[in-house]
Nanobody, 122 residues
Framework: QVQLVESGGGLVQPGGSLGLSCAASGTIFSIRRMGWYRQAPGEQRELVVVISFGGSTGNYADSVKGRFTISKDNAKNTVYLQMNSLKPEDTAVYYC???????????????WGRGTQVTVSS
């Protein structure tokens, strides 16, 4: 019913930049929130940043504040993540997350993308 399609990611040197995007499609009545989580090998999935579709300010993990910036295009049901000053410890699979209501009668649900690899290495 709902698909989250991520793009971007790849390999970058320390100090470099990468951009990710995530587009939600399918049966969507409203989007409450979208954002990004990441999971490094052997680690638990952790929040990177989320943003309310009714707001304009993202809630960032302390580890990425000042380096990562989330933005959104409500009309396109898309969020973007600009990652600057990347560090080796940013290496992880980045997952798009969205809280979406598919009809006016259903409660909001969590949806996840398949993930995209970000590797920061020299």
């Amino acid at each position: 019913q709902v698909q989250l399609v991520e793009s971007g990611g790849g390999l970058v040197q320390p100090g470099g930049s990468l951009g990710l995007s995530c587009a939600a499609s399918g049966t969507i009545f409203s989007i409450r929130r979208m954002g990004w989580y990441r999971q490094a090998p052997g680690e638990q999935r952790e929040l990177v940043v989320v943003i309310s579709f009714g707001g304009s300010t993202g809630n960032y993990a302390d580890s990425v504040k000042g380096r990562f910036t989330i933005s959104k295009d409500n009309a396109k049901n898309t969020v973007y993540l600009q990652m600057n000053s990347l560090k080796p410890e940013d290496t992880a699979v980045y997952y798009c997350n969205a809280i979406i209501t598919t009809t006016r009668w259903d409660p909001p649900r969590d949806y996840w993308g398949r993930g995209t690899q970000v590797t920061v290495s020299s």
